[in-house]
């Protein structure tokens, strides 16, 4: 089991408050993404959850026993860290191995763990070698590895890829996301990255300032952003923002427009535009447009859509896309 619960959990450094009260329940076997701009919270919420960081106020339930106050060994999680801690001066097989031998477990026991584990991230090729011998995703598999063999109830994964190059991170995305599938373990993974949060997540929780923004499915957040924090953070490229007479002529202060529900044409539309910056990214294109009246409108296209720097086009929203805000910015449903 790997439910955890955390109930008006709170923090605070000094006068300085970073965490206002949150509630959030992650259900076991979930796969739950914190995602936010930098300095947003994630981590330090997660560093809570491990029992790293102590609680100002709360409690933090894992699987129904409150352990707000319980050391992180005593938790029965393990925690996988950006930057890879591994001993470089044992091999792949003693760095897997070697929370259980500071548990005291027997050598056949260890050996199994460290094996299995070792087939399931594709390192039995690896085991002799040491940490310098590795590139990046072998040595993040290898943390990895250490943290499975442990059998936690959750694992906790703190920007596990950003050390990556973009190869490596797509790799690793996939390898992860797979991993979970396999163990049917709850996985809680913190990222700035929204299309990490996008292609691996069950459940996203959006932080902004420390507090929850929305919670939801990937496709729920895309498709339904609670406010303008949402809807700017999720999708790439980001949503376009639309203000002023041409929101109010669809009745709210601000509008929202993803640049794959927009039509450009060269012969007619809603708002014309001169094209600016083209982004040929292979099937698609993103064209940047600057339209009187309105700004910069980001388009995207089919990957071959002839269009020229300076072009005259026209653009058109497709209006059952749209996405309404108030004055407040709070969707308008």
């Known amino acids: 089991m790997g439910s955890i619960t955390l109930q008006k959990v709170s923090k605070s450094f000094g006068t300085t408050s970073v965490i206002p009260e949150i509630d959030l329940d992650i259900n076991d076997g979930e796969f739950v993404v914190f995602v936010g701009p930098s300095g947003c919270g994630k981590s330090t919420l997660l560093r809570m959850i491990a029992g790293l960081e102590d ?156 507090r929850i923004e929305q919670v939801g499915s990937p496709l729920e957040l895309y498709r339904n952003p609670r406010n303008l924090f949402v809807a700017g953070f999720i999708g790439s490229p980001r949503m376009n923002f639309i203000e002023g007479a041409h929101a109010a002529t669809l009745n709210a202060a601000t509008v929202g427009i993803r640049p794959e529900h927009m039509r450009i044409s060269t012969t007619e539309g809603t708002w014309p535009g001169t094209v600016g910056v083209t982004e040929h990214l292979g099937s698609d294109t993103l064209i940047h447009v600057q339209s009187d009246g309105i700004g910069k409108i980001t388009v995207r296209t089919d990957g071959d859509f002839p269009v020229e720097h300076g072009q005259k086009v026209f653009i058109t929203p497709e209006e059952r896309r749209v996405h309404r805000f108030d004055a407040n910015g709070q969707a308008i449903q």
């Open 55 to 210: 609680l100002s106020g709360g409690r933090i339930v894992i699987d129904g026993k409150d352990m707000s106050n319980e050391a992180p060994a005593k938790r029965g999680l393990s925690m996988v860290f950006q930057s890879y801690a591994l001993y470089p001066h044992m091999s792949v097989y003693g760095n897997i191995a070697f929370p259980l031998k500071m548990d005291g477990q027997d050598k056949a026991a260890i050996d199994k763990k460290v094996r299995d584990a070792a087939n399931i991230l594709n390192l039995t090729n690896y085991l002799d070698r040491r940490p310098g011998q590795l590139s990046g995703g072998q040595r993040q598999r290898v943390a990895i590895g250490r943290a499975i063999v442990r059998q936690p109830k959750a694992f906790l994964f703190d920007e596990p890829l950003s050390n990556l190059d973009a190869a490596l991170r797509g790799n690793m995305r996939l390898e992860i996301s797979d991993l979970h599938h396999q163990l049917k373990t709850t996985m809680i993974y913190v990222t700035h990255d929204q299309i990490e949060a996008m292609t691996m997540a069950d459940k996203i929780v959006v932080l902004n300032a420390g």
